[in-house]
């Protein structure tokens, strides 16, 4: 299959935020490659950031972000007609060219961010309200609405939790693409398309075999200079959730 003829999905989320599950998901429909953050090596190049094995990340992909993008933009990687790609919001530095993005369909993963902190820390000491990528995730949801006349698709992880068959099959639709059983699980392990740093990061989805339907529960407590970043992040993942996809109750689902 041409580039031409390829469906990209560009799922645009922070760190922390079910986004690898809902690669897993993607990549166990049998129509489906997909290609795990790959600006990540260019960012922490540009950045100049200590992450956690940023030697291996920087030496498993182009650390120039213009060598990304024509893989982007062409044909799935084994020839797949739908194109996944996880991105990390964060990882678009300003000086970026995001001409790119209107090759494909953008959606928008967003979760409450006191639940991102919660979930970062475990991973890295410390965290920045632009680590977590929300007002830059806000920023490229009003350049998407913007180009598009219209919002763009957004999901909250809580949802998919809640009720994922729900939740990614209002996704699909939204993005009309069919919605598949098989997003609902998949084996556990990892893969030959996860990035080089998923033994930092995906030990919890490597065990996973799908997104155990559950309410997420309260919100974590926070310390002092975690929670000021929260508040911080509240304004933009509030202008995004606004928009987010209603997803209709499980007994609805079945039929």
């Excluded at 490229?140 to 939740?167: N, Q, T, W």
Aim: with cysteine.
């Amino acid at each position: 299959m041409s580039g031409a003829e390829t469906l990209r999905i560009a799922m645009w989320s922070g760190p922390r935020n079910i986004s690898t599950a809902m690669m897993r998901s993607f990549e166990n429909r049998p129509d489906t490659d997909v290609v795990d953050e790959p600006f990540y090596a260019a960012y922490l190049a540009a950045t100049g950031l200590d992450h956690p094995m940023r030697a291996e990340v920087l030496a498993s992909q182009p650390t120039d972000w213009r060598a990304v993008v024509p893989g982007l933009t062409g044909a799935a990687p084994h020839g797949a007609p739908v194109f996944y790609q996880k991105h990390m919001t964060h990882h678009m530095l300003p000086d970026m060219d995001l001409g790119w993005t209107a090759a494909c369909r953008n959606a928008f993963l967003i979760r409450h961010p006191a639940r991102v902190l919660a979930s970062y820390v475990e991973k890295r000491e410390t965290a920045a309200l632009a680590d977590i990528g929300v007002v830059r995730q806000r920023d490229l949801f009003e350049r998407e609405a913007d180009r598009l006349g219209h919002a763009p698709p957004v999901i909250e992880s809580a949802e998919v939790l809640r009720d994922p068959r729900g939740a990614l099959s209002a996704l699909c639709a939204a993005l009309d693409v069919p919605f598949r059983d098989e997003m609902l699980s998949w084996p556990a392990g990892r893969r030959a398309s996860d990035g080089v740093w998923a033994p930092a990061w995906y030990d919890q989805v490597e065990r996973s075999t799908g997104f155990q339907s559950r309410p997420e529960g309260d919100l974590p407590d926070l310390p002092d200079a975690l929670r000021r970043v929260a508040d911080a992040a509240m304004p933009h993942y509030d202008a995004l959730a606004r928009w987010q996809l209603q997803v209709a109750g499980p007994a609805s689902q079945q039929n």
